[in-house]
C-alpha cells in the first residue's frame, strides 16, 4: 500500500530534493538536480525500486519536527522498549550533494532496521555495487551506473543480501550513528566524508537567516513563512530556476491518467513565485531568477517556451515509465512534459508583472532584460488573438480562454508602464491601443451578461477558478459588479465540500478522462478575492479550513480531497505555497486598511 503523501517531509539543498516517510523511508530522491533520474523511486513503486529505510523494527509512534526556519528533520520514534531521534538533512552542496542521517538514543533501547536500495534511472537501473576505500583509507559502500556515483559511509555499514544491503542494530540511550549519502560523477574520485555536526547546525543557520528577513506580519506569520522556505528551497540556487514541484506522477485522481511531471520552470509559476517572494520583501532572488530567464530564453522570441529545465534546457520530452506500477497504481508514470509546446497566451502577462513588481522595488533592468522583455512584448503584438491551451494546459482543442486574454492585456499594461513610468524605450502607442483593444474584447466575449459572470472561455457559459485572478492584475477592482458576479459563480458552480475546483471536467474541455479534485491554489484564491472586496470573516473562515489541511510539517500538495480528507498530486507544490502567501497577504492589507478606517 503506497505511503499516504501527507506522511512524507521534504529535504533539499536547493538543488536536488528528497521525500522521506515518516517512519523513516526515503522513497524519492533526485540528485544532483530536482530533473535528474530518481535513484530512489519506490514512491512511484516498490521497494525494490529504490529507497533508504532508517527506523524502528517494532511498532512506534513518530513524532517529527523541522529544526528552526529549516529543512532539518527531526523524527522521534517512540517504541515499548525506548525511543531514538533521527535527524535528516541534505546540506548545502559545494559542488557534491549529501544526504545526512544521524541515530541517537534517547532513552531505553531501539531495535533499527537500516535498508539501501539504490535503482537509478528511475528504478529501472541495478548499479555495479563494490566496498571501496575512500580517499581517507575509510571504507565505504560504491554504486556506480552510468553517469551516477552514489557512496555509502557510516559508523556501521549494512551487508549485501540479493541486490540490497541490510542490516539490524540496537541504539541504547545516549549513543550515536552517523550515515551519509554522497552523489558525485561517476568518473570522480570516492570523496571524503563531512563534519555532519557542523553541516547540520550551518544549513539549520542558513535557512534560519533567509527566514528571519521576511517582511509579512499577519494573522498568519507562521504558516507564511513555512511557504516562503518552501518555495526558497524549490529556487536552484546555482542556476536560478524555480521548478514547479520536487516530484513527478503523483496522481491528481488516485488510481487516474492526470499524472505529471513538474520538475521543471514554468514562466508562469516562477513568475508567480517572484511576486509572492517580493511582497514579503525578498528582492535578490528576483536578480538570480531574471538571469537565468535572459539565459533561458535568449534567441527568438517567436520560440518562447512556457517551461524550461532547471539549467534552462528546452527540450522536455514526455515520456511513460512503463516499469513503474504509479503512485496507489496510478498510471501512466510520466517524466517530462509535453505541455512545453503549448500556446499559452497568459505567461508573458505573468513574466511582466513579476519584473513591473522588481522594477518598482529598486531592481534595475539590465540592457539585456528590458530587450528581452520589448521582443517579448512585440512578438505577443503579433499573435495576441490566436487561441490557446490556457493556465492549466489542456490536452483538448485550443480556446479563447478568458484568463489568458486578461494576461494578455496585462503583458500590454505593463510593457506601457515600463516606458511612460521608467523611462524605458518601445512601441508605446501600439501597445497602448491593443491594451484598451484587448480590454474591450474581454468585457464583451469573456461576459456573460445574462448571468453577470465572466466565463472560462469565449464560447461556453462556464467559469473557471482563474477569473477570480482578474482584480488581482488591475484588469478590474475588486469591488466591480462583473468580479463579484464572477466570486458568486465560482462560489456556486466550483465548490466542493468548501474547496474550490479548477473548472468543470464533466464540460470536457481538457481533453481528459475522469475527475480530479479541488485545486489548492484556487481556494487561496478565493480567499485572497474574499479579503480584496471586504468579505475578512469569510476570507478568514477559508483560510484556516485550508491550513488545515497541512500536514504536521506544514506542506501542502497541489490538490486535497475532501471525500478521504488526504493530499494528492505532485508534493510540495510551489503553487499552493506561493497562494498561500498571496491570500496572507491579501489578508493583512485588509485588516490593515480596516483599522485605518
Partial sequence: MSTPIAEYALLGDTEGAALVSRHGAVDWLC???????????????????????????????????????????????????????????????????DLLRVVEGLD??????????????????????????????????RAVAGPDMLVLRGDRLPEPTDHHHADRFTVRAGERYEFAMTWVPSWCDVPGALDVPSRIEETVRRFDDWASRHSHHGPYREAVTRSLLVLRLLTDELRGGIVAAPTTSLPEDVGGERNWDYRYCWLRDASLTLEALLGCGYVDETRLWRSWLVRALAGDPA???????????????????????????????????GAVGQRQSDVLGEVMIALAEARRLGVTESDESWALQRLLVDDLAEHWDQSDHGLWEIRGPAQHFTHSRVMVWAAFDRAVRAVEEDGHDGDVERWRALRDRVHAEVCERGYD?????????????????ALLLIPTVGFLPADDERVQGTIRAVEEDLLRD?????????????????????????????????????????????????????????????????????????????????????????????EQAAARG
Fill in 31 to 97: 540528485l544532483p538536480r530536482f530533473d535528474s533520474p530518481a535513484c530512489f523511486a519506490a514512491l512511484l513503486g516498490t521497494d525494490d525500486h529504490g529507497r533508504w529505510f532508517l527506523g524502528p523494527v517494532q511498532e512506534a509512534r513518530a513524532t517529527r519536527s523541522y529544526r528552526e526556519n529549516s529543512f532539518v528533520l527531526d523524527t522521534v520514534h517512540e517504541t515499548a522498549s525506548g525511543r531514538v531521534r533521527v535527524t535528516d538533512v541534505m546540506p548545502f552542496g559545494d559542488g557534491r550533494a
Fill in 108 to 141: 531505553g533501547e531501539v531495535e533499527m532496521d537500516h535498508e539501501w536500495v539504490v535503482r537509478t534511472g528511475y528504478g529501472k537501473v541495478l548499479p555495479w555495487v563494490s566496498r571501496v576505500e575512500d580517499c581517507d583509507g575509510v571504507t565505504v559502500i
Fill in 303 to 337: 520560440d518562447l517556451q512556457i517551461m524550461y529545465a532547471v539549467d534552462g534546457g528546452r527540450e522536455l520530452p514526455e515520456r511513460e515509465l512503463d516499469h513503474l506500477p504509479g503512485y496507489a497504481g496510478s498510471r501512466p508514470v510520466r517524466v517530462g512534459n
Fill in 449 to 465: 451578461a445574462e448571468r453577470g459572470t465572466f466565463t472560462q472561455h469565449y464560447d461556453t457559459k462556464d467559469v473557471d477558478a
Fill in 498 to 590: 468548501g474547496f474550490v475546483l479548477r473548472y468543470r471536467t464533466q464540460s470536457g474541455v481538457d481533453g481528459l478522462s475522469g475527475d480530479e479534485n479541488p485545486f489548492l491554489a484556487c481556494s487561496f484564491w478565493l480567499a485572497e478575492s474574499y479579503a480584496r472586496c471586504g468579505r475578512l470573516d469569510d476570507a478568514h473562515a477559508l483560510m484556516q479550513r485550508l491550513l488545515a489541511v497541512r500536514n504536521d510539517l506544514g506542506l501542502l500538495s497541489e490538490e486535497y480531497d475532501p471525500t478521504t480528507g488526504t493530499l494528492v498530486g505532485n508534493f510540495p507544490q510551489a503553487f499552493s505555497h506561493l497562494a498561500l502567501v498571496r491570500a496572507a497577504d491579501a489578508i493583512e492589507q485588509a
